[in-house]
């Protein structure tokens, strides 16, 4: 099992590039002379994808005891002063994990239509308490201030065009525009 | 009023753009959650409204105090800022656990200043030559310098070489997404107006650094590491005497720094563990090295700071970053319409000659700052990890939009993020995903201008003597590691049999 999962990235990666090389196959395009096509480069790069990726598989096949590459991150860990215990593991969080990227999924995808400023608040208050912090009041002023700040810098300092959202959301940004002065 | 407020916040960020940069740069490397690259790339966006100048101005400030920061945290509170500084925790976490914290601080300032001076003089000296020779260079040297780029980064990155190759080819393929220049002929796109125009850099940058460094953190739910008190906080600069006695330590970790500096991939990081090595290898107390020495606080941080100007020159006058900062600095000059190389010398020369004067500024302000501002600047290690990393992805989010004021870069973030954190996850390097993509454009233009101009004849790359040449270091950058490698697993294999008896 841990074989498996040390090769499904790299089975993953070798798959797609099959179905790329496949695609780059049918670029339709009028050939120029003996001129390298728009395929060359895409398809060369493929091939050492692909060269990389089962050089990686045939090693984890052959080395099953050794699947992990040592990183440099691991010579750092491995770097302590010796006479301190190592520090543990760290602990993982997928939940955790999952609901950031749905949050991110999420205030992406809620931009246009609830505006910079109202999408930033809930965004700020929601990401803070995943990521565990609890204090209410605090993720408050911080949700508040935060995007107000970043509209006053980006809209009104850096000359940037935030999303102001759709009615009757856009209303909020609207009058918080007008308060600024950010004509 | 609030009119002229602006005005005035406006005018203030350009007049003080270096000691933003500098200030900006020393809370980046402080954090530990934050990484100088990440801070870098942060700050991109603010660049967008201010001239080319001072916008180079302040990510390069922000660059050479990044290499310092961190080490105040690793030597106080055995937190390395940035990996570079991991070297620090030997020889100035134990000099200040052996009661002498003053002294430790007062070393790397020295040794980061130094490194710093050193890294501007040799920047100033060798930009010019360097730039004139490149001024005569064909397509066929273009390619293979950018090869050499390429194999350097994954040979030098540590790790897995065939991981290090599919992080490059994953973002040379990147780059290729959108519609043909030469052509005209859309490549990848299935159908997709979003992926007509092709993936820029700056999502793939921001989105593998910047949210996929918060969602590893998340995914180890937010835990900052906990900072013990060490009581009033000083600096003690050594006197030139004690500096004086360590004068073969400073050459050999200038001389480190500034050559992992040119030599495209080797960043600060490798700067400084080589030096620490070369250090316990030459030096005169070498023994003694890990009890906090001040050799082994001078080595680390000469090494990382003295890299920053062997980085700026091949980015200047060849267009190729060597580093990650770099390929960021470079953006910030693509954003702007400049492209870096030989030709800046003679078209943009006040902004070259800009760039070098505020390098040299740069550490003085390093230097004062570090001096004045320690206690402040510690503070932020106080703040919540989760209210620090949701700024992060804010400013990563804003930062891409603010490039085309389309939500669509924005998704290219979010895919990036996640690809960055499987990158990490599945322990694939991220920088040569970056460069790959940066630099896979400038391979496949050369690439296609030599093969139309020397009618499909490859050889070329091998019969003109710069382009031979560096095609034979390509080579050797590619089999050293692998020799490398094979005689570590060698070894490995041997030693159960030497053991038995």
Redesign the interface.
């Known amino acids: 099992m841990p074989r498996m999962r040390a090769l499904l990235?790299?089975v993953l990666?070798l798959a797609g590039a099959g179905v790329?090389s496949y695609?780059?196959l049918h670029?339709?395009?009028?050939p120029?002379g003996?001129?390298?096509?728009?395929?060359?480069?895409?398809r060369a790069?493929?091939v050492?994808?692909g060269v990389?990726?089962i050089?990686?598989i045939v090693?984890l096949l052959r080395r099953p005891a050794d699947p992990?590459?040592?990183?440099?991150?691991d010579?750092?860990a491995g770097?302590?002063?010796t006479d301190e215990p190592a520090p543990a593991p760290?602990?993982?969080?997928?939940a955790?994990?999952a609901t950031?990227?749905a949050l991110?999924?999420a205030?992406?995808a809620l931009?246009?239509t609830l505006g910079f400023f109202i999408d930033?608040v809930l965004?700020?208050a929601a990401?803070?308490r995943?990521?565990?912090?609890r204090r209410w009041p605090?993720i408050a002023a911080?949700a508040f201030g935060?995007a107000l700040a970043?509209m006053f810098i980006?809209m009104?300092?850096?000359?940037?065009?935030?999303?102001i959202g759709r009615p009757p959301f856009a209303s909020v940004s609207l009058l918080l525009m007008q308060l600024?002065?950010i004509r | 009023m609030l009119d002229v407020l602006q005005q005035l916040l406006g005018g203030f960020v350009h007049v003080l753009a270096p000691a933003n940069g500098l200030i900006v740069g020393m809370l980046v490397a402080v954090l530990p959650g934050l990484t100088l690259v990440m801070g870098v790339v942060l700050a991109l966006p603010f660049t967008y409204g201010m001239a080319i100048t001072p916008s180079i101005i302040l990510l390069t400030a922000m660059y050479v105090s990044g290499t310092y920061g961190g080490a105040i945290t690793s030597i106080l509170f055995r937190i390395p800022g940035e990996p570079m500084d991991v070297p620090l925790l030997w020889d100035g976490y134990s000099m200040a656990r052996a009661g002498d914290p003053a002294q430790a601080l007062g070393w790397t300032l020295f040794a980061a200043l130094t490194g710093g001076l050193i890294t501007a003089t040799v920047m100033v000296t060798l930009a010019v030559p360097f730039a004139k020779v490149a001024l005569s260079f064909d397509s066929p040297e273009y390619f293979s310098i950018v090869l050499f780029g390429f194999t350097s980064v994954v040979a030098l990155g540590g790790g897995s070489l065939a991981n290090a190759f599919i992080s490059l080819f994953f973002g040379m393929l990147v780059s290729t997404v959108g519609v043909d220049e030469i052509y005209g002929v859309d490549r990848f796109t299935f159908g997709s107006d979003v992926l007509r125009d092709g993936i820029g850099y700056l999502p793939v940058m921001v989105g593998a650094y910047g949210l996929g460094e918060v969602l590893v953190r998340l995914n180890q739910g937010f835990v900052s590491p906990s900072v013990s008190g060490q009581g009033r906080v000083a600096t003690r600069i050594p006197t030139l005497a004690q500096a004086w006695a360590l004068r073969g330590t400073f050459a050999r970790s200038s001389l480190v720094g500034v050559i992992c500096g040119i030599v495209p991939g080797a960043g600060a990081t490798i700067a400084s563990f080589v030096s620490y090595g070369v250090e316990g290898q030459y030096g005169k107390r070498r023994r003694q090295l890990g009890s906090g020495i001040p050799e082994g606080i001078v080595a680390p941080q000469v090494a990382s700071t003295a890299s920053v100007g062997g980085h700026m020159v091949p980015l200047l006058t060849l267009g190729i970053p060597g580093s990650g900062a770099t390929a960021v600095i470079l953006g910030a000059f693509l954003l702007h319409g400049v492209q870096p190389g030989p030709q800046i010398f003679q078209t943009q020369a006040l902004l070259v000659y800009a760039i070098f004067a505020s390098v040299f500024l740069g550490v003085i302000g390093m230097g004062l700052l570090g001096y004045f501002a320690i206690r402040p600047l510690i503070r932020v290690l106080y703040l919540p990890e989760a209210i620090v990393s949701v700024f992060v992805v804010l400013f990563c989010l804003i930062g891409a939009y603010s490039e085309h004021n389309n939500i669509s870069d924005l998704w290219m973030i979010v895919v990036f993020g996640i690809v960055g954190y499987l990158f990490e996850r599945w322990r694939f390097p991220i920088a040569p995903m970056v460069l790959g993509c940066i630099l896979g454009p400038v391979a496949e233009t050369s690439f296609l201008t030599t093969m139309i101009s020397y009618r499909n004849d490859w050889t070329v790359f091998f019969t003109r003597p710069v382009s031979a040449s560096v095609m034979a270091l390509t080579a050797l950058a590619l089999v050293y590691p692998l020799y490398r490698q094979f005689r570590v697993r060698r070894r490995a294999a041997l030693a159960p049999s030497n053991a038995a008896p």
Not at chain 1, 36 to 41: C, K, M, N, T
């Open positions: 990235p790299y990666v790329l695609s780059a670029f339709g395009y009028t120029r003996d001129r390298p096509g728009p395929d060359v480069w895409p790069i493929l050492l994808l990389a990726c050089v990686r090693t992990e590459p040592v990183m440099l991150q010579v750092i770097a302590h002063v760290p602990r993982h969080y997928p955790l994990l950031g990227i991110t999924i205030y992406v931009l246009g930033t965004y700020i990401l803070t995943t990521g565990r912090y605090v911080v935060g970043f980006f009104k300092v850096v000359y940037l065009s935030l999303p600024m002065g």
